[in-house]
């Protein structure tokens, strides 16, 4: 979602006041994100309830610089959630979101098109260096090992040489859906990507 932050933070505020029976907001999850996070982020935290398809899982919707966005679902209990029903639970969270912007023209739900590839933000050369980094990297280490690191490494190098406007959760949610990572390995690889993209701008600013 796009728009001002004190308008974002109002309609998290009214979607709180109107969840269904199966969803609420998480004040402790709320708190631990506070904990960890930087000083600047923000964070709010959102359970829904198991059903007969999918367990208890969370959801922590982010702001940041005038966007909303949806980092990680993540299972309540141990164990993981399926690509299906990551993505379940996103058009779920984004349906309840819908009668709420109608009342909201400044705010906008972007909502990533399956259509779409990856090259609407990288190159096709990066989006290349991605596709050949995940079909030969094992998905139950991500990039830990040393002829993984090196393939993703590549491609984070080539995306910050472009000057890429690839976000982490959008880069996150393309692993999930297009390329069939498990939710949490994705998540893992976007907070890496998001990391190392900072440190390549700090030190291209570095003037020593």
């Given at each position: 979602?796009?728009?001002?932050?004190?308008?974002?933070?109002?309609?998290?505020?009214?979607?709180?006041?109107?969840?269904?029976?199966?969803?609420?907001?998480?004040?402790?999850?709320?708190?631990?994100?506070?904990?960890?996070?930087?000083?600047?982020?923000e964070?709010?935290?959102?359970?829904?309830?198991?059903?007969?398809?999918?367990?208890?899982?969370?959801?922590?919707?982010?702001?940041?610089?005038?966007?909303?966005?949806?980092?990680?679902?993540?299972?309540q209990?141990?164990g993981?959630?399926?690509?299906?029903?990551?993505?379940?639970?996103?058009?779920?969270?984004?349906?309840?979101?819908?009668?709420?912007?109608t009342?909201?023209?400044?705010?906008?739900?972007?909502?990533?098109?399956?259509?779409?590839?990856?090259?609407?933000?990288?190159?096709?050369?990066?989006?290349?260096?991605?596709?050949?980094?995940?079909?030969?990297?094992?998905?139950?280490?991500?990039?830990?090992?040393?002829?993984?690191f090196?393939?993703?490494?590549?491609?984070?190098?080539?995306?910050?040489?472009?000057?890429?406007?690839?976000?982490?959760?959008?880069?996150?949610?393309?692993?999930?859906?297009?390329?069939?990572?498990?939710?949490?390995?994705?998540?893992?690889?976007?907070?890496?990507?998001?990391?190392?993209?900072?440190?390549?701008?700090?030190?291209?600013q570095d003037?020593?």
């Amino acid at each position: 979602m796009s728009g001002s932050s004190a308008n974002l933070r109002e309609l998290v505020s009214a979607l709180s006041d109107c969840l269904p029976a199966n969803w609420r907001r998480d004040a402790q999850a709320e708190e631990r994100f506070v904990q960890v996070a930087r000083k600047d982020a923000e964070g709010f935290a959102f359970a829904r309830a198991a059903d007969a398809n999918i367990p208890a899982t969370g959801l922590l919707l982010m702001l940041d610089d005038g966007r909303a966005h949806v980092p990680n679902i993540v299972p309540q209990q141990s164990g993981e959630i399926s690509i299906d029903q990551y993505n379940s639970i996103l058009v779920e969270f984004s349906d309840l979101l819908r009668p709420l912007l109608t009342q909201r023209p400044a705010l906008t739900l972007d909502m990533t098109d399956e259509q779409v590839g990856i090259t609407e933000w990288v190159s096709p050369d990066a989006a290349e260096l991605l596709r050949r980094f995940s079909v030969l990297a094992n998905m139950s280490t991500g990039s830990s090992h040393p002829s993984d690191f090196a393939r993703w490494v590549s491609f984070i190098i080539r995306t910050h040489k472009e000057g890429s406007k690839l976000y982490p959760d959008d880069l996150g949610q393309w692993l999930v859906e297009a390329l069939e990572w498990p939710p949490e390995k994705a998540d893992k690889l976007s907070l890496e990507y998001e990391f190392a993209i900072k440190l390549l701008d700090a030190y291209d600013q570095d003037p020593n």
